[in-house]
């Protein structure tokens, strides 16, 4: 069959079945070699390539352990259907070419869930983790604790209390790689078919992982205060996840008066409970540190859930959950069997990189730098002050804009992106189907330098100001 005119190499590396099945696979997958058609018989092909027979009955047999190709008794072998890999491959090769389209097209991407890893302390990690491998205990290699190693969720109790003022045992805490999988684990521990309220602007990636479970969502309209606890009321639900120390995406805080009335609803219901997602507690930049809302809780009814990717960087996969007592009984019984998701190596040098007191001097280094970005992006901002009101300061990781001049969102970010600058909707954050107009937009500045800062937003004057 003279379509495979395989150029076999000694040089490759690589055996001579694995060219031929390399070859063959990829023109079954590109869509050159289709679906019924036969291919040569393994004498013959043997003897175009002036290799042994046993060498193509290798590739041949590796094909159809995968379902490339399928044997026909006494007739050969033939390409199995692959229509749909087509379809796939097709369709995510055309997603990719659009990301990067649309990637190219912005010269500045002022994301929300950018964050700045210049000053990481590379030294400090690595010689943390060079330490740890070489020292030889052999119980770092054990499965450990399902709620993660100890000593780290001693270290984590103690940081917790002092920084949050979260009261907690270590042994109330879950370790867990993302707060996606603690999410997940919660679903077991709360039961199956639970009724969660949240706020109608809401973090997206949690509302899109509850949505996968069997749990029925009421969106639970919000003011400037945070989530109406009177239409919670009313909803019905028995789990209600917010943000109160910074509310994503309005940056809001939810003042003390409003913390007693959410507090007061989860105490009237023995089965209500307040899942407390603390994700950038860390980043304040006027007035003090505000505390957990779990720092309030006199009646263990709030579930406290924390990061470590946001204060150090995305890789650390590390976060934890703070269970209330009664919780906690119920995940031993039932759910301890789980394993742990973390790398006991992983959570050994976390735990020395706080007990040394480099996260301390990181985070200290990282709020300066912060609160400079901060304080440069707020002062471009008010320079726009007869265009737009400026709200979500002086915490987190992003501010927001609403226009006074009637610019609906769509209009902000479309001509915005005509100047090759990348800005975000509040829309983005809605959970309601139906979602109303809104004219403000999110500038987050993590991310970016001081430099791309400026340039950024004269850019955006001018585009703004037409």
Known sequence: MNELTIELSAEDGKCLYEQIYEY??????????????????????????????STVELAYEQLLSEGYIEAIPYKGYFVCRMEELYHIEARAEEEEREKKRQDEKYEIDFSPNGIEMEYFPYGAWKRISKNTLIDDRKEMFALGSPQGDFELRSTIAKYLHGSRGVNCFPEQIIVGAGNDFLLMLLEKILGRHVKIGMEAKTYKRAYRIFNSFAYEIHPIRQ????????????????????????????????????????????????????IEDDYDS????????????????????VIYIGTFSKAIAPAIRISFMVLPKRLLKYYKENLSFYSSTVSRIDQMILNEFIKDGYFERYLNKMRKVYKSKHDLLVGECRKMENLFELSGENAGLHVLLRSRKGKTEKELIESAAGCGIKVYGLSDGYITEEKEETNTVLLGYGGLSEEEIKRGMEQLKKAWSE
Do not use: C
């Open 24 to 53: 063959i696979r990829k023109e079954i997958r590109e869509g050159k070699l289709l679906q019924d058609e036969k291919l040569p018989s393994t004498r013959a092909l043997a003897s175009f390539l002036q290799v042994s027979r």
């Open 223 to 274: 003011d400037g205060a945070g989530i109406v606890v009177e239409e919670l009321e009313k909803s019905g639900v028995s789990a209600v996840y917010v943000m109160p120390s910074h509310q994503f995406p309005t940056g809001n805080v939810m003042p003390i008066g409003r913390r007693t009335e959410l507090l007061k609803w989860a105490y009237e219901k023995e089965e209500r409970y307040i």
């Open 282 to 301: 860390e980043f304040r930049y006027k007035g003090k540190p505000i505390p957990s809302l779990q720092a309030s809780d006199k009646m263990e009814k």
